[in-house]
C-alpha cells in the first residue's frame, strides 16, 4: 500500500494564480483532510471530508476550496492565489473520521511557495 | 477539544528511555489522548493513542493517570532517528487533529 500520496511535492505561484493540489489513499478509508503549516507552527485544518459526497469547513478555509472526486480522492483547489498562502500543505485520511477511535495517516505534504 | 500542555524541548541520550510528558488537565470522558510526532518536515507519522487504560504497541507505550488529566509517552529505547516534534493531542469528535507546538525531542549520541 502506497497510503496517502500527493502532488506535486513542490511549487511555486505567483499571485493570482490558480492550481490544485492533489490527494489520494488507498487504504479504502472514509475520511480525509487538508492541513496546512506554518513555519514553527503545528498543523491547521483547512477542509475536511467525513464521507464520500461530504464537505466541510475546518479551521481556516479562507482562500480554498475542496473536491472529494470518489472516495480514493480529495482535492484542495487555490483560486487565487497569495503570498500568506505559502506553506507546507498536508493529506490525512481515517478509516471514520466520526469516531474519535481511529488515526488519521498523513501523506508527505506539497511545498508551496507564492511570489 | 481539550487543550493540552507540553515542555517545548527535551534531551535525551541514546539507548535511554525518553519520557515524554503531556497535561491535559481539561479531558472529558469521550475524549482519546493521541501521540504523532514529525520528523523534520515530513508528514505527522502517528505513534498511539489510549482511552483510560495504558498501551503499548511496537514503537512506544502510552501511560495515562488514574485521573486522565495526564501522559506520558514512553520511547524504550532512543534512537537518533527517533529526534522529532511530538504531538500530544486531545481528540474528541468529528476528525480533525487539534496540533499545539509539540515538544522538540532531540535524541543525542
Known amino acids: 500500500n502506497a497510503g496517502v500520496t500527493q502532488t506535486p511535492k513542490f511549487q511555486v505561484l505567483k499571485t493570482g494564480q490558480s492550481m490544485t493540489l492533489q490527494c489520494a489513499q488507498d487504504?479504502?478509508?472514509?475520511?480525509m483532510y487538508w492541513y496546512r503549516q506554518d513555519p514553527g507552527m503545528g498543523l491547521r485544518l483547512i477542509y475536511y471530508?467525513?464521507?464520500?459526497?461530504?464537505?466541510d469547513k475546518g479551521e481556516v478555509p479562507n482562500g480554498y476550496n475542496v473536491s472529494r472526486l470518489n472516495k480514493r480522492e480529495f482535492s484542495l483547489r487555490l483560486e487565487s492565489a497569495a503570498p500568506s498562502q505559502t506553506s507546507v500543505y498536508f493529506c490525512a485520511s481515517s478509516e471514520d473520521g466520526a469516531r474519535p477511535s481511529y488515526e488519521q495517516y498523513f501523506g508527505p505534504g506539497t511545498r508551496l511557495t507564492v511570489t | 477539544d481539550a487543550k493540552t500542555t507540553q515542555p517545548p524541548s527535551m534531551d535525551c541520550a541514546e539507548g535511554r528511555a525518553a519520557n515524554l510528558p503531556c497535561n491535559h488537565s481539561t479531558i472529558s470522558g469521550n475524549e482519546y489522548v493521541y501521540w504523532y510526532r514529525q520528523i523534520h518536515s515530513q508528514g505527522p507519522q502517528y505513534i498511539i493513542h489510549g482511552l483510560k487504560n495504558n498501551e503499548t504497541n511496537e514503537m512506544a507505550s502510552l501511560i495515562i493517570t488514574e485521573d486522565r488529566k495526564s501522559s506520558t509517552l514512553i520511547l524504550p529505547h532512543a534512537t537518533l532517528r527517533d529526534t522529532a516534534v511530538y504531538y500530544c493531542?486531545?481528540?474528541?469528535?468529528?476528525?480533525?487533529?487539534?496540533f499545539g507546538k509539540g515538544t522538540k525531542l532531540s535524541v543525542k549520541p
Open positions: 471530508s467525513a464521507s464520500e459526497g461530504t464537505t
Open positions: 493531542i486531545v481528540k474528541r469528535s468529528q476528525g480533525n487533529l487539534i
Open positions: 487504504m479504502n478509508h472514509n475520511s
